[in-house]
């Protein structure tokens, strides 16, 4: 039960009570008896309490995920993700002048790193 819940109880039982005893004087000579109403009770007092709670909404926090720049391709790495055979790629590695840097272990066979070792 919440503070303002038991206040409002209290207010109103508190004013059942004040309101009880004012009937319940003695009567008094030459007068006649009447019979007093049945008191009541705090579980006769019904009551209806109607809280509305604040709602407050907050949006979400926009996110910004920056990918990383893709790495740069050799061409070695370009050829066997194009699907070329290992023939093919020799070829053009001749065709290209056979640039030193197609052969990673200088053993004079090049994209080993992408097509595996060669014999």
């Not at 309101?19 to 319940?24: K, N, T």
């Not at 020799?90 to 002048?97: C, E, L, N, P």
Request: hydrophobic content about 40%; aromatic content about 6%.
């Amino acid at each position: 039960m919440s503070i303002s819940t038991a206040r409002i109880r209290a207010a109103i039982l508190g004013g059942v009570a004040v309101l009880g005893l004012a009937g319940c004087a003695r009567p008094v000579a030459g007068t006649p008896a009447t019979t007093p109403d049945p008191p009541t009770t705090a579980s006769q007092q019904t009551s209806t309490v109607v809280v509305v709670p604040t709602v407050t909404v907050t949006p979400p926090a926009t996110v910004t995920v920056e990918k990383p720049a893709p790495k740069a391709m050799t061409p070695c790495e370009r050829m066997f993700a194009a699907g070329y055979s290992y023939d093919a790629a020799y070829v053009a590695w001749v065709d290209a002048g056979t640039p030193l840097n197609w052969d990673a272990d200088k053993d004079g066979l090049p994209c080993e790193q992408s097509y595996g070792e060669q014999n």
